[in-house]
């Protein structure tokens, strides 16, 4: 069973632009490359994990996620990292009409996305990692057991300075931006292998 870190995209790793109707208005964050590539090298997957539910909303066609994740997928191959899946949600509740309006058990905070992914991928969940800037990306890292780290970029910053103090639980972890946030856990994982490790 392998460990995970799971990344939120908008606001994590590329830049928060409300909604990215338009290949052109998605853009990594400068670290994001350096960050999966690190993830790499440590022996951690890297899996995106979005909720995309422009889509059910009709202000842009579920395609559109694909280019954009092809796009990220060759932005992280031009500098040598590799995302080990992207997985989103679609839908909305609410808005828009079926399929994708509906109660699915994919749209974050639910762990869906983390299920389906644990299973394609032979992953612990609870000795994994939920990075993101919100709020339901604290909360879905709590349905599963794993570690919940808060970044400042995106909404991180005011969701710390205005709601942080009144959720159940304070994150795990809180740090500047992802990079930061990738070299702690790798820090984190090595150490908790070297105590893992029988004493000499
Ligand atoms: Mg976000
Ligand atoms: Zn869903």
Same mark, same amino acid.
């Given at each position: ?40 090298? @440590? ?10 539910? =422009? ?34 949600? *679609?839908?909305?509740?609410?808005? @828009? ?96 292998? =070297?105590?893992?490790?029988? *004493?000499?």
């Amino acid at each position: 069973m392998k460990r995970a870190v799971f990344i939120d995209r908008d606001g994590t790793l590329a830049h928060e632009v409300g909604y990215v109707n338009h290949l052109s208005r998605f853009r990594l964050f400068p670290w994001a490359v350096d960050a999966v590539r690190l993830l790499n090298r @440590g022996g951690l997957l890297a899996v995106v994990v979005t909720n995309q539910a =422009g889509v059910a909303r009709g202000y842009f066609p579920e395609r559109l996620i694909g280019e954009v994740h092809a796009a990220l997928n060759a932005a992280m191959a031009a500098g040598g990292a590799r995302l080990d899946g992207i997985y989103y949600c *679609p839908h909305h509740p609410s808005a @828009g009409e079926p399929p994708y309006r509906q109660e699915c058990g994919c749209r974050k905070p639910r762990p869906g996305l983390l299920h389906r992914a644990a299973e394609d991928l032979q992953i612990d969940l609870a000795r994994s990692w939920v990075v993101g800037d919100r709020e339901v990306d604290m909360e879905l890292a709590r349905s599963v057991g794993a570690r919940a780290f808060l970044v400042k970029t995106g909404y991180g910053q005011g969701e710390l300075l205005w709601h942080a103090a009144s959720w159940p639980r304070p994150p795990d972890a809180v740090a500047e931006h992802l990079l930061e946030a990738v070299e702690r856990i790798l820090g984190e994982a090595e150490a908790e292998a =070297g105590a893992a490790e029988p *004493p000499a």
